[in-house]
């Protein structure tokens, strides 16, 4: 966890009354919504189709339980008693009043959680590895990187105002978790030939309306200059990246249009100009964040306790703990990743009830922390293995306990038309009805990893882009139709997903889906082979000719 | 008709010929000329503190005068979402 210091504290409950004064305004009249939105904005609150929506900030992911808890009280005092966790480690709150947002607000700044640049045109949520600081083979925390990225860039005057929306992810270990290649700028930790920590730098990663893989600007940048290369990529895309059209604003058309040797070269000559402005970050002010993150007094524990093996024979709780629990670096722990996608659920749903129990067993089993990913579940990051038959049963009872994480049914979906103003088509009741299809387990771990992701219009929340199998709605004459895409991924070997065929309409979507995974098994090669790589052996075509073939 | 979003709480709201706003699609005020549309939400919009955001939307009018949401949008806007709210446990 990182405690905040007095600094983040005095920021956070300022922000907290500025915006109640400015809230206070707008109700009475003397702030339009055309003065009044971008405030709003800075501050998290959309206006969607029922209300206003207010999205909070996890920063990378991590919350402890009396943060969580408090979501849940917010949930429950100010919404309509449930949250949405979504792809960026945030989380929403989809049926929130404007007169009662600044009180919510004060109850979550009470925590050390805020809502800042969780929207607008500026440097949002710096995400990472959900399994930071403990995945076994990291190279170190991303989370210090992190934080020391988030500090710089808070109400940063200069990345205020930029042409569009920013975003930075971050990872350091061999699987990529966190999407860095989708993302504005990713960064890959690792160590250079002299054993030197540093990073990898992409840029002009990103998804919407044109797709784009991040591309390697630098391939090491040492961790004490970060800063300073970030500002130089910024200070790029601020004089260069378009004003005149939203559709064109985003770093990524920049780099696409310069070609990433021309925006390397750009970027290089800003890094030599901007000389020595006092970003280079110095062994103290990295161990001064590094001191402010506290990990767990872990024990002594054996690799396989007796609880473990005791547990082995009954076969739900063998199935989860296969599906749901990892490695963790230290011996006698786990990793548990808790599903937020149960059968008929709305993807990344969490009730009010479901978030304080979540809270007491990070409680009782994982040292008061909770992680929340990118694929809108959660995680407890450090759980003793002679807890887990415990657990399972706890969370069985929650409904959380689906042993669905990486299979056809851990869905990543946007909130699509039932909430979202920019929709096209819903996304949530595919999602459902997907989960419904393939509800036999033994069906989803013959299928094996598979990732469905879903969106409601051409802005991609739902990262339907780089989905094994991506949904997209869009709207033909009044009524939903879905384009479906095969073969993006997410992780280290990210790419974009191939159009499989004409868009279907809204009743015939999940039919498709079951045929282009009927399809898959009878062309896999092996039952190890998994359906991205089948789609990368054999190419689109012979599931494309299966699937349309009777369409 | 004219709708947008109640600024204080944002819920959906209807113009009414009465130059007020109703949260049932019923009160609405429903024109059927691209001018009077024009003019009910030059009105509307000139309401900036009552309501967010005013746009002209389509409404079927039934046998019996019913009036009743003219697309998908509109229909999950005065209804609610289509999907159960609560997470399964």
Known sequence: MYAYDELDRTLINERVSEFRDQVKRRLSGELTEDEFKILRLQNGVYLQLHAYMFRVAIPYGTLSSKQLRRFAHVARRYDRGYGHFTTRQNIQFNWIKLAELPDALADLAEVGIHAMQTSGNNMRNVTSDQWAGVAPGEIEDPRIWSELIRQHTTLHPEFSFLPRKFKIAITAAEHDRAAIKIHDIGLRLHKNADGETGFEVLVGGGLGRTPFIAKTIKPFVSGRDILSYIEAILRVYNQYGRRDNIYKARIKILVHELGIEKFAKEVDEEWKAMGDVGLTLDHTAIEEVRSRFSYPAYEKLPHMPDELKQAAHDKLFERWRKNSVSAHKVQGYSIVTLSLKPVGGPPGDATAEQMDAVADLADKYSFGEIRVGHEQNLALPHVAKRDLPALFKALDRLGLATPNVNLVTDIIACPGLDYCSLANARSIPIAQELTRRFANHDTADLIGRLHINISGCINACGHHHVGHIGILGVEKNGEEFYQITIGGRADENAQLGTLIGPAVPYAEVADVIEDIVEAYLALRDRPEELFVDTVKRLGVEPIRERVYATR | ?89
């Open chain 2, 1 to 89: 008709m004219v709708t947008a979003n109640r600024t204080w709480d944002g819920a959906v709201v209807y113009r009414t010929a009465k130059q007020g706003w109703s949260t049932e699609l019923s009160d609405s005020a429903i024109v059927t000329t691209s001018d009077e549309a024009r003019a009910l939400l030059a009105e509307a919009t000139a309401d900036d503190v009552g309501a967010v955001g005013p746009y002209i939307a389509p409404v079927e009018l039934k046998d019996g005068g019913k009036v009743k949401p003219g697309n998908l949008r509109e229909h999950i806007r005065a209804k609610g979402v289509t999907i159960d709210l609560q997470v399964p446990a």
